[in-house]
């Protein structure tokens, strides 16, 4: 399983773009990149998966390199609500366990 | 659909007790999985289950720890005899196959 990298945690303020990079320098060719969200007191909540290129749903976008040796989660206008432990996680759909690293957490400040 | 339901969402209890938590997965979910979550040691997997046959328990950290799925919808995880640092939450999660995984809200462990 790919090891990933993330910083260990990020202010900001209302309003303000969040861009969160995860570093993944052995993933493998069938490895997708997989973001979850976990708010206090409940487990971790999927908000976005990519391969390459862009991503981007309701929640936030994904941009991944050509190299794909990293990725950056990218969440727009954050407000409060967005405070929360993020964590990116490379496997295939073969993969048969997700292995969570120590995550981001992200403080969002009024 | 109600997601995965854990029960109990607090446990308290006292050391050398048994405690036993319990798992229903999301329908037609084909893997179960058990974590364990801590300030020092953050999200472990304990073990993880295919098909309610036990795939890799390398996670479990000792033997009082046993987990059990009997069927597709109900799963335990049993620690026998508790001690003070299995403190934590647990959580459960359910998977379809794809590489996304639901979670359920945990169980907070307390053990005095």
């Known amino acids: 399983l790919a090891k990933t990298t993330q910083p260990i945690s990020m202010d900001s303020y209302e309003g303000q773009e969040v861009n969160i990079t995860c570093s993944h320098n052995n993933i493998a060719t069938n490895d997708y990149i997989t973001w979850y969200q976990q708010f206090p007191s409940q487990g971790p909540r999927f908000i976005i998966q990519g391969y390459k290129t862009k991503v981007t749903n309701e929640v936030a976008s994904l941009f991944i390199p050509a190299d794909r040796k990293s990725s950056t989660l990218s969440l727009p206008r954050v407000s409060l609500s967005d405070t929360a432990v993020y964590y990116c996680l490379v496997g295939s759909y073969n993969t048969d366990k997700l292995i969570f690293g120590t995550g981001t957490r992200l403080q969002v400040f009024p | 659909d109600a997601g995965v339901i854990q029960s109990p969402r607090h446990e308290v209890t006292e050391m050398g007790q048994e405690v036993t938590l319990r798992c229903k997965p999301i329908s037609g979910h084909n893997s179960l999985f058990w974590y364990r979550q801590t300030m020092m040691r953050g999200l472990e997997l304990l073990i993880y289950?295919?098909?309610?046959?036990?795939?890799?328990d390398s996670g479990m950290p000792e033997d009082r720890f046993s987990a059990k799925m009997p069927n597709a919808s109900f799963s335990t995880l049993k620690i026998q005899p508790s001690e003070p640092r299995d403190s934590a939450v647990y959580f459960c999660?359910?998977?379809?196959?794809?590489?996304?995984?639901?979670f359920g809200s945990g169980t907070r462990l307390t053990v005095v």
């Open positions: 999660a359910s998977r379809e196959g794809l590489i996304d995984y639901t």
């Open positions: 289950f295919n098909n309610n046959v036990p795939i890799d």
